[in-house]
């Protein structure tokens, strides 16, 4: 069974209404490798009517109340709510993922993130300051966030920077990923009526686009979610008009496993962490390091449950996990898996594909103690391509953990608390896990370290990332 071509169309939400554009872009779905839908490939015109429709809107909106602007949210999330299953549907096919993974993000928007966001605030601070007088700090909003979204988890990482973008007041120009525009436009139609004009703009294009925003005067702020080398270019792009980003970047997550570790009751959750979503999560567990002396019984219990795992298309119940979402992605495994093999490394375990089919698979494949400085180890792999390594003391093991330009998230498992956070302690990333990796909260910060980002989403210090600090200094 494969997915004809959607009978839907999917517009721009610029200004509150749909913009029409010249040319449109074909959208693949990775499962077949057929085309999907086409969506709109907006020109230089189109963003510059977006922007100025946010600049438009941003003084009414800002000078709104919190509590008003909350109830507004609180309707877009509504609307949200109700095409959970259009919107999942969508996902499914676009993004290569099964129908209960494409759920699972809609809702983590919808059920989880939204709810806690609305309980939300940033609220003002006042005290008497010796030689100044009164002093009340706020923050405030900035005007036209850019938000940019890859392709991995396009609604999730979506939404999760435009809602928070405007419930602290500013205005928005979302820009989903090329590979993956459909669910978010789709989305945007439903709620555009739900949002005073020009407040939210939703914008599809190619690979122009990107820096058009990053580059454009009346957008303050960028926030970011993609490659590190991509972050690199908006950074230096948004120099020239000293706009603030938020950078959520690549990374290359380590897990050390405690010597000692029964690998029987974390094999399951080591294999998800590693391989959820086909590998192309920004903080999957991408080297494993295990005790030399426990490495034969977690690798045999790691490969036993891999065997268990199936690729195939997303509507295939029986996959386990789905296709690479996008060819040049398969592309990169691909070239990474050919220099692996040149190299003469040991694999513990590699999978099959599906056969007969043109969908864009990569086989789950475990690398067999390579070594930890090998490029292959050192870069991020983005897709089911996993290395696990020996150390023989755990100093060893945190000096190869934490020899990585990445710092995004880690890991440590095993049995003893005390222990397990001494070691978590040793770990040089944004979140350190234990006996877990992967997960996120609406409630708790998060971002990365070193080449993994600049700044960070979610809880309050994510609202006060997207205002200016301002300072009223009071004698009378
Ligand atoms: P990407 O950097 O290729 O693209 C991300 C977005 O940036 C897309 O919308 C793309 O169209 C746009 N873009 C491309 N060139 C641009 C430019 N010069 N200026 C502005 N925008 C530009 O990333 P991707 O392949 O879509 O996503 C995979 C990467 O994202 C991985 O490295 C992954 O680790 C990272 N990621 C990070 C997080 C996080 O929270 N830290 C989350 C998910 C993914």
Redesign the pocket.
């Known amino acids: 069974m494969h997915q004809a071509k959607l009978d839907l169309g999917f517009f721009n939400l610029v200004a509150g209404r749909r913009l029409p554009t010249d040319n449109r872009m074909m959208v693949i779905d990775p499962s077949t490798g057929l085309e999907l839908a086409t969506a709109p490939d907006i020109d230089r015109s189109g963003l510059d009517a977006a922007a100025a429709a946010a600049r438009t809107a941003f003084p009414e909106w800002s000078m709104l109340t919190w509590a008003d602007r909350r109830a507004r949210i609180a309707e877009v999330i509504a609307v949200l709510r109700d095409h959970v299953p259009e919107l999942s549907a969508l996902l499914v096919l676009e993004g290569g993922r099964s129908p209960a993974i494409a759920e699972w993000e809609v809702r983590w928007v919808t059920d989880l993130f939204a709810p806690l966001l609305l309980e939300q605030r940033l609220s003002e601070q006042e005290w008497h300051q010796e030689g100044m007088g009164r002093v009340i700090q706020r923050h405030v909003p900035r005007g036209v966030v850019g938000a940019?979204?890859?392709?991995?988890?396009p609604f999730m990482?979506s939404f999760v920077k435009a809602l928070p973008a405007l419930l602290v007041g500013n205005t928005v120009v979302l820009?989903?990923?090329?590979y993956t525009p459909l669910t978010v436009l789709r989305a945007a139609d439903r709620i555009s009526a739900a949002l005073p004009a020009g407040v939210l703009n939703v914008i599809s294009g190619g690979?122009e686009l990107?820096?058009w925003?990053?580059s454009h005067p009346d957008l303050e702020q960028i926030s970011?979610?993609?490659?590190?080398?991509?972050g690199r270019?908006?950074l230096g792009?948004a120099a020239a008009t000293l706009k603030h980003v938020t950078l959520?970047?690549?990374?290359n997550d380590p897990g050390i496993v405690l010597p000692g570790t029964d690998p029987l009751p974390i094999v399951e959750r080591l294999f998800q962490s590693m391989f959820m979503l086909s590998g192309q999560t920004?903080i999957g567990l991408k080297r494993l390091y295990v005790h030399e002396a426990d490495y034969d019984a977690l690798t045999r219990a790691l490969v036993a449950h891999a065997r268990t795992q199936h690729v195939g298309a997303a509507f295939d119940p029986s996959a386990a996990l789905g296709p690479i979402q996008n060819l040049p992605?398969l592309l990169r495994l691909e070239a990474a898996w050919a220099e692996i093999q040149r190299s003469g490394a040991r694999v513990l375990y590699r999978g099959d594909n599906p056969r007969d089919s043109r969908g864009l698979f990569f086989p789950i494949t475990l690398l067999d103690d390579p070594p930890s400085d090998a490029p292959y180890v050192r870069e991020?792999h983005?897709g089911p391509l996993r290395s696990v390594m020996k150390y023989r003391t755990l100093e060893e093991a945190f000096l190869k953990a934490n020899d990585s330009a990445y710092g995004?998230g880690a890991s440590v498992w095993g049995q003893d608390p005390l222990f397990l956070d001494t070691a978590a302690r040793q770990l040089e990333a944004g979140t350190v896990w234990i006996n877990q990796h992967m997960l996120t909260h609406p409630s708790v910060p998060f971002g990365?370290h070193k080449d993994?980002?600049i700044g960070v989403m979610y809880g309050i210090e994510g609202l006060r990332d997207l205002c200016d600090l301002r300072v009223i200094a009071a004698r009378y």
């Open positions: 940019i979204s890859p392709w991995n988890l990482l820009k989903p990923s090329p690979d990107g820096p925003m990053t970011f979610t993609g490659s590190t080398q991509t270019r908006v792009a959520e970047l690549g990374g920004c992605q991020e983005f995004l990365g993994s980002g």
